[in-house]
């Protein structure tokens, strides 16, 4: 089974920059879309942004222009680039692949 573990979290002000990872054990990560999520308190779960393995991507509005996806194959990792971070940014992030897996999630709290 695929594990995915998150690193990359924190404390940041507003205005900053972060770069959240994503390392992938197993063999499939190269065929994979890798998906990063995030929940901040009592709100849903939401989709921020995917990439296939053709690197194809996708944004929610809210991270458009601000926020990047990228991937290394040959590390397994997908990342999350993320910049002019709001307060409304904060959150717990995970990352996810289409084949259903996973990760425990890094906090990211934007606050001056």
């Known amino acids: 089974q695929v594990q995915l573990v998150e690193s990359g979290g924190g404390l940041v002000q507003p205005g900053g920059s972060l770069r959240l990872s994503c390392a992938a054990s197993g063999s499939v990560f190269s065929i994979a879309s890798m998906r990063w999520h995030r929940q901040a308190p009592g709100k849903q779960r939401e989709m921020v942004a995917s990439?296939?393995?053709?690197?194809?991507?996708y944004y929610t509005d809210s991270v458009k222009g601000r926020f990047t996806i990228s991937r290394d194959n040959a590390k397994n990792t997908v990342y999350l680039h993320m910049n002019s971070l709001k307060p409304e940014d904060t959150a717990v992030y995970y990352c996810?692949?289409?084949?259903?897996?996973w990760g425990q999630g890094t906090q990211v709290t934007v606050s001056s």
């Open positions: 996810s692949n289409n084949f259903g897996s």
């Open positions: 990439i296939t393995s053709d690197g194809i991507t």
